[in-house]
């Protein structure tokens, strides 16, 4: 039996012990440790499946930024790694998302949807080209995810969207060597991600920063059950350097509708030189807002023919042959805004009716096999 005193001996122990644990607790900072614990648990709940990682809100924590004051008054370099990283990130899509909201969301996104860390100097500059034509819907998620994606990434960015004028059959190639030029004009960007408007990144370790040859990031969709569909693709997004988009001369001019242009892009990597990189498919995870092929996006019945023949094209036709012509440029609060006038297989300001647009494919095959 023991005692009256060394039971309350053994008690105020047992008390002691608490407080230790108390103090160690709040000293370390109570915050910092509990969602240490939330993340691990958060981590082996998504590493059993493939398919679906439960991530963290991406705008989780980044409040913090717009309250940091410049560490002093010459700025530093941001770290190697930024602190702000967190791996998977929850992704979908609740109806009712305003652009307003997205612009409450993000206080120190300036005009033209550019951004710079307020509390360091940023060790990249990447602009971020956006294929465009009647897809808002799918560019006001794209614009609420991947803005705190590049905060988180400590980017100095800019958003471009590249608005396809008219109603002739789209271009998307053609519109990115537009935005290539047009988003080197304003800035001396030195990385420049050519990404569909309709993906959605799912982890900021996959950073919007090049590599030393042409990285190919969307590796992992959804779309294709989160695996590369086949070696050589480059399509959704990819990532360029000036240099590498030059030595490439840039994309095709000539591909209009759906299809064949990224394999072509691909194609013309190696011919400059140079080979595609990727990050691992754990990183480069993206979801597709799903869709239907678009009215005037066509299937191009001449991709395969036109593929076979990309050796002795890409010199004659890409970024040294673009012709187009603005018709607004527009530096609004999320992204700037260029609204181009690319013309026809015919020419720049061929009359409508010498070129018509392809007529529709009867016998529409699954996208998915066509990519092969
Ligand atoms: C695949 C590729 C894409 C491209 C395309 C063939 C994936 C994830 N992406 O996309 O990179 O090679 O095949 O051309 O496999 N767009 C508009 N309005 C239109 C039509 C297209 O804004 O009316 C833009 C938009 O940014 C869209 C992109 O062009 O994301 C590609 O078109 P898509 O999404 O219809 O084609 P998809 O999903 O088959
Ligand atoms: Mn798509």
């Given at each position: 039996?023991?005692?009256?005193?060394?039971?309350?001996?053994?008690?105020?122990?047992?008390?002691?012990?608490?407080?230790?644990?108390?103090?160690?607790?709040?000293?370390?900072?109570?915050?910092?440790?509990?969602?240490?614990?939330?993340?691990?648990?958060?981590?082996?709940?998504?590493?059993?499946?493939?398919?679906?990682?439960?991530?963290?809100d991406?705008?989780?924590?980044l409040?913090?930024?717009?309250?940091?004051?410049?560490?002093?008054?010459?700025?530093?370099?941001?770290?190697?790694?930024s602190?702000?990283?967190?791996?998977?990130?929850?992704?979908?899509?609740?109806?009712?998302?305003?652009?307003?909201?997205?612009?409450?969301?993000?206080?120190?996104?300036?005009?033209?949807?550019?951004?710079?860390?307020?509390?360091?100097?940023?060790?990249h500059?990447?602009?971020?080209?956006?294929?465009?034509?009647?897809?808002?819907?799918?560019?006001?998620?794209?614009?609420?995810?991947i803005?705190?994606?590049?905060?988180?990434?400590?980017?100095?960015?800019?958003?471009?969207?590249?608005?396809?004028?008219?109603?002739?059959?789209?271009?998307?190639?053609?519109?990115?060597?537009?935005?290539?030029?047009?988003?080197?004009?304003?800035?001396?960007?030195?990385?420049?991600?050519?990404?569909d408007?309709?993906?959605?990144?799912?982890?900021?370790?996959?950073?919007?920063?090049?590599?030393?040859?042409?990285?190919?990031?969307?590796?992992?969709?959804?779309?294709?059950?989160?695996?590369?569909?086949?070696?050589?693709?480059?399509?959704?997004?990819?990532?360029?350097?000036?240099?590498?988009?030059?030595?490439?001369?840039?994309?095709?001019?000539?591909?209009?509708g759906?299809?064949?242009?990224?394999?072509?892009?691909?194609?013309?990597?190696?011919?400059?030189?140079?080979?595609?990189?990727?990050?691992?498919?754990?990183?480069?995870?993206?979801?597709?807002?799903?869709?239907?092929?678009?009215?005037?996006?066509?299937?191009?019945?001449?991709?395969?023919?036109?593929?076979s023949?990309?050796?002795?094209?890409?010199?004659?036709?890409?970024?040294?042959?673009?012709?187009?012509?603005?018709?607004?440029?527009?530096?609004?609060?999320?992204?700037?805004?260029?609204?181009?006038?690319?013309?026809?297989?015919?020419?720049?300001?061929?009359?409508?009716?010498?070129?018509?647009?392809?007529?529709?494919?009867?016998?529409?095959?699954?996208?998915k096999?066509?990519?092969?």
């Amino acid at each position: 039996m023991l005692s009256i005193q060394s039971k309350l001996r053994y008690l105020f122990m047992f008390l002691g012990v608490q407080l230790v644990v108390m103090a160690l607790l709040s000293r370390e900072g109570y915050q910092k440790r509990v969602t240490y614990f939330i993340r691990i648990f958060r981590k082996s709940e998504g590493a059993g499946h493939n398919l679906s990682v439960s991530g963290s809100d991406v705008y989780a924590n980044l409040s913090v930024l717009s309250r940091a004051p410049p560490s002093s008054e010459v700025m530093t370099y941001c770290p190697q790694t930024s602190p702000y990283i967190r791996g998977p990130i929850h992704v979908s899509f609740p109806s009712g998302l305003t652009l307003a909201q997205v612009q409450r969301k993000n206080p120190l996104v300036v005009r033209g949807g550019r951004y710079r860390p307020p509390d360091c100097e940023s060790r990249h500059r990447t602009a971020i080209i956006i294929p465009h034509r009647n897809r808002e819907h799918h560019l006001k998620f794209l614009l609420y995810y991947i803005h705190p994606f590049l905060q988180r990434q400590q980017l100095n960015y800019g958003i471009y969207i590249i608005h396809q004028a008219g109603n002739y059959t789209f271009n998307r190639a053609k519109l990115m060597n537009v935005g290539f030029r047009e988003a080197m004009r304003d800035e001396d960007w030195d990385c420049l991600f050519f990404h569909d408007v309709d993906l959605i990144p799912e982890d900021d370790r996959n950073t919007y920063v090049c590599d030393a040859n042409p990285k190919h990031a969307a590796i992992a969709m959804d779309k294709f059950g989160y695996k590369l569909p086949y070696n050589l693709y480059f399509g959704g997004v990819s990532a360029l350097t000036p240099l590498h988009y030059l030595k490439m001369n840039g994309f095709p001019n000539n591909y209009w509708g759906w299809g064949g242009e990224d394999d072509d892009i691909g194609v013309r990597v190696s011919l400059g030189g140079m080979h595609i990189t990727r990050p691992s498919v754990k990183v480069g995870r993206y979801k597709m807002i799903k869709h239907k092929l678009d009215k005037g996006n066509d299937i191009n019945p001449k991709r395969f023919n036109m593929l076979s023949k990309t050796r002795q094209s890409w010199k004659l036709d890409g970024m040294n042959t673009a012709e187009y012509e603005i018709i607004s440029r527009k530096y609004l609060p999320l992204y700037t805004n260029i609204t181009v006038e690319i013309g026809t297989e015919a020419g720049l300001h061929t009359p409508p009716a010498a070129a018509q647009p392809a007529p529709p494919d009867s016998a529409k095959p699954d996208q998915k096999q066509l990519k092969s």
